[in-house]
T-cell receptor, first 114, second 113 residues
């Protein structure tokens, strides 16, 4: 089966610029997650969608981060304006709904803020 | 919220030896504990998981044990091979349909030939 697709793979921007990441989950997966993985750390959940609704965005820095999943399929994560500490890999994952489901990860977008 | 601690942060073993990675969690309500393997520059991939109604699960050379009372779980890899070299992450998730994973900080496993 096709995996979770993310683009771009790499992005370098200057601080205070804006950036957007795109994710296409596995077909049929209603749940979509965005994780931030800082170098040397485990992934940290930023936001979780169930179809096109937000389940949890408690760890999303809402003053600069936003995410949407308008049609319940693809999702975009935006940072505006970016800070140096936003440098990380942004991982998208998806899963079927339900309690016994595996989360499948995309390859991630490596963001470097200079 | 949930807090997952993982150790050691780095682990080197000789090929053929066993490797053990340990994690503790804070939320007694957590009931799903997956382990992910992440090779350099690649996506995390699930290698094994365990649910709280089971104490041990094994899949070929990989096993996971869970102690709910002590709130810790461990990954055991036997007969290690060079291709087992990677970063391993444990995670914990609360019950319900929202599978929000809280990850540990990772263990860099190096298998020396």
């Amino acid at each position: 089966e096709a995996g979770v697709a993310q683009s771009p793979r790499y992005k370098i921007i200057e601080k205070r610029q804006s950036v957007a990441f795109w994710c296409n989950p596995i077909s049929g997966h209603a749940t979509l997650y965005w994780y931030q993985q800082i170098l040397g750390q485990g992934p940290k959940l930023l936001i979780q969608f169930q179809n096109n609704g937000v389940v949890d965005d408690s760890q999303l820095p809402k003053d600069r981060f936003s995410a949407e999943r308008l049609k319940g399929v693809d999702s975009t994560l935006k940072i505006q304006p970016a800070k140096l500490e936003d440098s990380a890999v942004y991982l998208c994952a998806s899963s079927f709904s339900g309690t016994n489901t595996e989360a499948f990860f995309g390859q991630g977008t490596r963001l470097t803020v200079v | 919220g949930e807090n997952v601690e993982q150790h050691p942060s780095t682990l080197s073993v000789q090929e053929g030896d066993s490797a053990v990675i340990k994690c503790t969690y804070s939320d007694s309500a957590s009931n799903y504990f997956p382990w992910y393997k992440q090779e350099l520059g690649k996506r995390p991939q699930l290698i094994i998981d365990i649910r709280s109604n089971v104490g041990e699960k094994k899949d070929q050379r990989i096993a996971v044990t869970l102690n709910k009372t002590a709130k810790h779980f461990s990954l055991h890899i036997t007969e290690t091979q060079p291709e087992d070299s990677a970063v391993y992450f444990c995670a914990a998730s609360p019950p319900g349909s929202a599978r929000q994973l809280t990850f540990g900080s990772g263990t860099q496993l190096t298998v020396l030939p």
